[in-house]
């Protein structure tokens, strides 16, 4: 299996007032690419763009139910533009794409005792997308696999770190798996946590056992942006819950919403 090759969405780099605007194309399972629709009179046939592109979406109304309006970034239209096949029509100014196709980052409300400047992870299940934030500014963001319908919405703190980990289902389980070494492992919820995904490329889809899966990259980029810090040499650390908010290895909080 491939692991997907995406890394996270510096959203400290983007305008202010367009870090709620940033979205991907992703199409549905097994499929690569993603139909825009041209608002251009004449233009008949969609542009295919791949998967994983970044997208500005807006909530102008689109001409046709269950659509978005959508504008490329300049990385998609450079991209794009070296294709022969798409290079014109990727000038168009906006694009419509089917709503079911497109995962946005969202502003997310504080939770509740937040401290100046807090880090903590919002996770949308109905976008399937992971925002880091300090306070109430969102600094990066990811696509994640959340679980089917097995991955409960709540407020948590990350108790344990894991460099890497072993996921396996428990014996007798109906569904049987046993990954070893799956890097970046956090937890904060029982058995459920955040981690790198090896053996499936499909982000932006539920098709997890509970864990919120991330590329490698991105969950390398969590692991390191969560409290408590893991030290030099480490494998594992043990995070402390709200009991104990001044005790330095407090776990940072995870906000799971639907």
Known sequence: ATPPALTPINLQAVPAGQRFLVAWAVPPQGESQVALYNLTAGASQPLWIPRYSQLWWTDTKASSPGRVMVYLTD??????????????????????????????????????????????????????????????????????????????????????????????????????????????????????????????????????????????????????FTKPDLPAGWHTVNGLGPAAPSVPFRGTRVVVRR
């Open 75 to 224: 990385e998609t239209r450079t991209t794009l533009g070296s294709r022969q096949d798409t290079r014109a029509v990727a000038q168009a100014a906006a694009f419509e794409i089917d709503a079911s196709q497109l995962r946005r980052v969202t502003p997310a409300p504080l939770p509740a005792g937040l401290q100046p400047d807090e880090r903590w992870i919002d996770i949308s299940l109905s976008e399937q997308v992971a925002v880091a934030y300090a306070g109430d500014s969102p600094l990066f963001a990811a696509i994640v696999s959340t679980g089917k319908g097995a991955t409960p919405a709540g407020s948590f703190f990350i108790y344990r770190k894991y460099l890497t980990q072993t996921m396996a289902n428990t014996r007798g389980a109906p569904s049987q798996y046993d990954y070893r070494e799956v890097p970046y492992a956090q937890f904060f919820n029982g058995r459920i946590g955040l981690h790198a995904v090896l053996w499936h490329d499909f982000l932006g889809h539920p098709v997890s056992h509970g864990c919120v899966n991330l590329s490698p990259a991105a969950a390398e980029q969590f692991f390191s």
